[in-house]
Antibody
Framework: QEQLVESGGGVVQPGRSLLLSCAAS????????MHWVRQSPGKGLEWVAA????????YYADSVKGRFTISRDNSQETVYLQMNSLRSGDTAMYYC????????????????WGQGTRVTVSS | IQMTQSPSSLSASVGDRVTITCQAN??????LHWYQQKPGKAPKLLIY???KLETGVPSRFSGGGSGTHFTFTISSLQPEDFATYYC?????????FGQGTKVEIK
């Protein structure tokens, strides 16, 4: 059974950094692109970042570009989100997402989601 | 590409037929996906590639459309279907969700 378990969330002051982790199990992790999606309190879903199956390609939402970095360790079956220069607008639940099958990973649906880890940016 | 999901909310009764639409301003082929999110829970994939039912999802859920206009339908609303629904698509290395539709009990 596929499982994604996020960790690393918490309360952090503006301008500080936080590292989120997502441990995967139950599928061939190294074959799938992975994403991070966030949801601010009471708001809709916002895509944050994506990484290809081998880590060679990374993409970011404009709202986090230059501040966040997505990475992965296929030997540890883990994907990371390094968040720097955090702002109050980054306060959200952060979900790790595994893609479904598709001819292109860019077009694949978001098939499996973790339970999320909450990040609160506040002084 | 801009995507408009409507309505933002609706009230319906158990047994009702419910339809939600996502309208794009450019052709996105059929790469449009639909998700359900219940309060305090992670989203769940229901429909992918506009009309394909995800494994294990009840057949009362369906999707249609292509190009720029897409629909999501619940043929007979059940108590467990009261939730928020989102469409999602990919364009030019960006992944975007619709604004969401909250389905509430009438």
């Amino acid at each position: 059974q596929e499982q994604l378990v996020e960790s690393g969330g918490g309360v952090v002051q503006p301008g500080r950094s936080l590292l989120l982790s997502c441990a995967a199990s139950g599928f061939s992790f190294s074959l799938y692109g992975m994403h991070w999606v966030r949801q601010s309190p009471g708001k809709g879903l916002e895509w944050v970042a994506a990484i290809s199956y081998d880590g060679s390609d990374e993409y970011y939402a404009d709202s986090v570009k230059g501040r966040f970095t997505i990475s992965r360790d296929n030997s540890q079956e883990t994907v990371y989100l390094q968040m720097n220069s955090l702002r109050s607008g980054d306060t959200a639940m952060y979900y790790c997402v595994k893609l479904g099958n598709s001819g292109s990973w860019l077009l694949a649906p978001f098939a499996s989601w973790g339970q999320g880890t909450r990040v609160t940016v506040s002084s | 590409i801009q995507m408009t999901q409507s309505p933002s909310s609706l009230s319906a009764s158990v047994g009702d037929r419910v339809t939600i639409t996502c309208q794009a301003n450019q052709d996105i082929n059929n790469y449009l996906h639909w998700y359900q999110q219940k309060p305090g829970k992670a989203p769940k994939l229901l429909i992918y590639d506009a009309s394909k039912l995800e494994t294990g999802v009840p057949s009362r859920f369906s999707g249609g459309g292509s190009g720029t206009h897409f629909t999501f339908t619940i043929s007979s609303l059940q108590p467990e279907d009261f939730a928020t629904y989102y469409c999602q698509f990919y364009d030019n290395f960006l992944w975007t969700f619709g604004q969401g539709t909250k389905v509430e009990i009438k």
